[in-house]
């Protein structure tokens, strides 16, 4: 069969996406949280590249809420100590609350995640133990050389969050087109204090949440999944008239 334009020939190159937003997909769909990172620090100018696209994000009357305390080197290591020995006690007082309760389509997804998980990484269902090991590597921070806490204005409210969220999100998005794996971490956000004392945030700051990048072990079974999406129907709903 002679071969059209809709179908290449073998010989051809393989065309170049000229969607306008075909480099915008390529970072979305290849972005995902890693849970185990290589030692190797990031250069500084790496990280401040990150933090200069992440800058760009939209907020509530420009007020760019956002303020980022990064540890690296010694700093990372002091404050993986000071939060696994304060995840050994029992409590926890986050700077906003936490989800009251996951039901109905969030419970599960958020059980599939999960389950996703603890199968990469060889965790039985129902081993507490076990669970509870892997939830500890949160406070390990999952051996990332840096992690950088986020914070927002006391004053701002809930809304000083959310510019705070699209931060974390194009962060993260920056991260990823240069290279380098992130987890955003809800976690470190249960022990503000530590946060405080370790990274010298002020009083004044609302811990948002922390993210810890590196760069990826690819051979990790941690990293070794992907999550999925809701399809469109599922979130999104057109009102016509
Ligand atoms: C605000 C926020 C907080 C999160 N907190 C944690 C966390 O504490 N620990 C963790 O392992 N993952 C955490 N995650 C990662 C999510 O579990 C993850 O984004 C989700 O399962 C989708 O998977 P993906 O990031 O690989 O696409 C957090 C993500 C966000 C956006």
């Given at each position: ?31 995902h949280s890693?849970?185990a ?6 250069p ?9 696209l ?23 290591d ?7 020995r ?9 700077d ?5 309760e ?15 998980l ?9 081993d ?7 939830e ?49 971490q809800?976690?470190l956000?249960?022990?503000p ?6 990274l010298?945030?002020?009083a ?13 072990d690819?051979?990790?079974p ?5 999550t ?14």
């Amino acid at each position: 069969m002679p071969h059209t334009a809709a179908q290449p020939r073998p010989q051809d190159p393989p065309q170049a996406d000229t969607r306008p937003d075909a480099a915008l997909e390529t970072w979305l769909l290849a972005r995902h949280s890693c849970r185990a990172f290589l030692p190797d620090p990031v250069p500084r100018a790496t990280v401040e590249r990150i933090l200069e696209l992440a800058q760009r994000t939209a907020s509530w009357c420009n007020c760019q809420p956002w303020q980022v305390a990064i540890a690296e080197g010694a700093a990372t290591d002091r404050l993986r100590g000071a939060l696994l020995r304060r995840a050994e006690q029992a409590g926890f007082t986050p700077d906003f609350p936490f989800p009251r309760e996951y039901q109905g389509e969030y419970l599960a997804r958020r059980r599939e995640s999960g389950f996703q998980l603890y199968g990469a990484v060889g965790v039985a269902r129902g081993d507490r133990e076990a669970y509870r090991r892997q939830e500890m590597r949160n406070f390990q921070l999952f051996d990332a050389p840096h992690v950088a806490i986020i914070t927002t204005d006391e004053a701002l409210g809930e809304y000083g969050a959310i510019d705070c969220g699209g931060y974390v999100a194009n962060f993260m998005l920056a991260a990823q087109a240069n290279g380098v794996a992130t987890v955003a971490q809800a976690s470190l956000a249960m022990y503000p204090e530590v946060l405080r004392e370790v990274l010298g945030i002020p009083a004044g700051r609302r811990v948002v949440c922390g993210i810890s990048f590196g760069y990826a072990d690819t051979s990790h079974p941690a990293n070794s999944y992907r999550t999925r999406r809701a399809e469109q129907a599922e979130t999104v709903s057109w009102v016509t008239d």
